[in-house]
T-cell receptor, first 114, second 112 residues
Framework: AQTVTQSQPEMSVQEAETVTLSCTYD???????LFWYKQPPSRQMILVIR??????QNATENRFSVNFQKAAKSFSLKISDSQLGDTAMYFC???????????FGKGTRLSVIA | SQTIHQWPATLVQPVGSPLSLECTVE??????LYWYRQAAGRGLQLLFY??????ISSEVPQNLSASRPQDRQFILSSKKLLLSDSGFYLC???????????FGPGTRLTVT
């Protein structure tokens, strides 16, 4: 069974600064996918960034990037130039190939401070 | 399109009453569909998922059930609600040949 661990329940960052959210996972699969989701106060779950485990290059989406360390089973999210709209819960998730569902971490609550 | 509709958006029901939450998706055929529940300030709990019409996998034994009567429709039901059923219910989809999962806007259920 897969597990996902987010060890930081809450974090804060000053506007325009950079913050890194941690995520570790455990899986016995060779082929799997990793995701970060954002849940703002509206509670809509928004896909932020995704990474295929077979790709060595770290994924990047505008101000969001990941540091994927496959051997360490680590998948951290870096948010650059933090904006007030980045205030949200962030969930890390993992899924193996096939029809297996996503496994989520417990989330990190990020507050961006003006 | 990853459009997902959930109905209703908000619901207040008394203990012991029945429940029916509906999720419909657009723009795809034979997607995987999921029901999640999220308690206030908590993480997501997978309740059910479906890989096709009439195919339901249950992740957590409880008084809830799910059905998929049509390819793009996923329904969450209960015959008698409990106080502990209160929460935010999210429907999600994953299209064939895609690996990312997208979520609907959710239904906020309060059992009184």
């Amino acid at each position: 069974a897969q597990t996902v661990t987010q060890s930081q329940p809450e974090m804060s960052v000053q506007e325009a600064e950079t913050v890194t959210l941690s995520c570790t996972y455990d899986t016995s699969e060779n082929n799997y996918y990793l995701f970060w989701y954002k849940q703002p106060p509206s509670r809509q779950m928004i896909l932020v960034i995704r990474q295929e485990a077979y790709k060595q290059q770290n994924a990047t989406e505008n101000r969001f990037s990941v540091n994927f360390q496959k051997a360490a089973k680590s998948f951290s999210l870096k948010i650059s130039d933090s904006q007030l709209g980045d205030t949200a819960m962030y969930f890390c998730a993992c899924r193996s190939s096939g029809n297996t569902p996503l496994v989520f971490g417990k989330g990190t609550r990020l507050s961006v401070i003006a | 399109s990853q459009t997902i509709h959930q109905w209703p958006a908000t619901l207040v029901q008394p203990v012991g009453s029945p429940l029916s939450l509906e999720c419909t998706v657009e723009g795809t055929s034979n997607p995987n569909l999921y029901w999640y529940r999220q308690a206030a300030g908590r993480g997501l709990q997978l309740l059910f998922y479906s890989v096709g019409i009439g195919q339901i996998s249950s992740e957590v034994p409880q008084n809830l059930s799910a059905s998929r009567p049509q390819d793009r429709q996923f329904i969450l039901s209960s015959k008698k609600l409990l106080l502990s059923d209160s929460g935010f219910y999210l429907c999600a989809r994953r299209d064939r040949n895609a690996y990312e999962q997208y979520f609907g806007p959710g239904t906020r259920l309060t059992v009184t």
